[in-house]
């Protein structure tokens, strides 16, 4: 039988706060990630990925004090990202409640660090999140990743960066298109679609999503194992259940 698709809530958390924005600008407040966390796992949630969005950027780790109250009230999946640098603070975010680690900026640094964490704590534990957006070029479009919470172009194709980082050990891709990030137009499916057909690990598509529909698309049209969402959850758009029940009308299995 296939695996029931994911329905995952984000927490970008700056300062200790739950923010969103617009591609990765314009951040406003969006709550406490403790509050919202219970919330979520009470709406049945199948997992919470929790980043630290300006680590990387301002040159820190991973705040542990908020993954450690996260963690406490959970009982669902718990995905960190954002300032993990070393096989060693990956650990220090597991030993402190989280079951999965987020690689972005570290990894693109550094890709071996994807296969030292994998080796150490299993591949299912290690994420490999892109960001990406679309460029020209030669008259193509392709996706070039950006590390630094979108702000620095690094040359890397999304598509190639994705197929490397599952040879390197990752478990899973979680992919966020900058282009939608905010903007509630819809995934960027020609970037899920292009993903998802060249790797064998789930892809979590990310970034753009603002009605049931969205997240329907993500699915049948470019291929994603889950979806994830922020805005219309942390504003009270959708609940979880409203996306689950949507989706399970439509043939997709999800569990409830």
């Known amino acids: 039988m296939p695996l029931c698709k994911r329905v995952i809530p984000c927490l970008d958390v700056d300062a200790g ?94 890709p071996q660090l994807i296969t030292e964490i994998s080796k150490n704590f299993g591949d299912q534990c290690v994420v490999l999140a892109i960001d990406a957006k679309r460029e020209i070029r030669s008259g193509r479009v392709i996706h070039s990743v950006y590390s630094h919470s979108g702000t620095k172009h690094t040359g890397l194709d999304a598509v190639q960066w994705a197929k490397r980082g599952e040879a390197l050990g990752a ?13 509630g137009l819809g995934y960027d499916l020609e970037l899920l679609r292009r993903v998802s057909s060249e790797v064998n690990v789930p892809v979590i598509a990310s970034g753009g999503v603002g009605e049931l529909k969205h997240m329907y698309e993500a699915i049948t049209i470019g291929g994603a194992d889950a979806v994830l969402a922020a805005s219309i959850f942390h504003y009270g758009k959708y609940s979880v259940r409203d996306v689950k029940y949507y989706l399970k009308e439509r043939g997709i299995g999800v569990r409830l």
């Open 171 to 183: 478990g899973e891709i979680l992919l966020t298109s900058i282009d939608m990030d905010g903007t």
């Open 17 to 110: 706060r739950v923010v969103k924005g617009t591609s990765f600008r314009n951040l406003r407040d969006a709550g406490d990630p403790v509050e919202l966390a219970v919330r979520y796992s009470e709406d049945c949630a199948d997992e919470i990925v929790l980043l630290d969005i300006t680590a990387s950027t301002e040159g820190r780790s991973t705040i542990i004090e908020v993954v450690r109250r996260v963690a406490e009230v959970l009982d669902i999946p718990f995905t960190v990202g954002g300032g993990i640098r070393t096989k060693d603070e990956a650990w220090s975010v597991l030993l402190n409640g989280a079951d999965k680690v987020s690689l972005n900026t570290a990894a693109i640094q550094n």
